[in-house]
């Protein structure tokens, strides 16, 4: 990853790319009603050729209402993780699904990159964020 990072990120680098496939724990910031920032450790994936990032969720967390609050547009957030002084962070616009085929596919994912299969979980939903944006330090 260079030292100073902005790119596309549909088209990411290979070493920021590696970066975000190697296991670390993430945060999500969502913006609550009042506009103030929630920020929690969550697993995310990168799935740079659909320009998407994935986080799996239980239907009835805080995350998952404050980006249904945001409505059709979405919910502007950003998913971010960092080792010592290298750190990666992805913004875009998050939705709400729970399609079975989308929540399996973000189980799949999550198992790939965090090493272990989710337990199963009926509440589960995916929030998946259409990536306008990424930046990092390496």
């Not at 050729?49 to 805080?62: D, F, H, Y």
């Not at 973000?106 to 989710?118: D, V």
């Amino acid at each position: 990853m260079a030292t100073k990072y902005s790119v596309d990120p549909g088209a990411p680098d290979p070493s920021y790319l590696s970066f975000w496939r190697e296991r670390h724990l993430c945060t999500l910031t969502t913006p609550r009603p009042d506009g103030t920032p929630h920020l929690v450790p969550v697993g995310v994936t990168y799935d740079p050729e659909a320009r998407l990032a994935r986080v799996i969720t239980n239907r009835a967390s805080a995350k998952v209402r404050y980006v249904r609050a945001a409505g059709d547009q979405g919910a502007a957030v950003a998913v971010c993780q960092l080792e010592g002084r290298r750190w990666a962070t992805l913004e875009g616009r998050a939705f709400v699904h729970d399609e079975p085929d989308r929540v399996a596919e973000a189980e799949r994912r999550y198992a790939e990159r965090y090493g272990r299969t989710p337990s199963p979980n009926p509440a589960r939903v995916v929030i998946e964020i259409h990536l306008t944006r990424a930046m990092g330090r390496g």
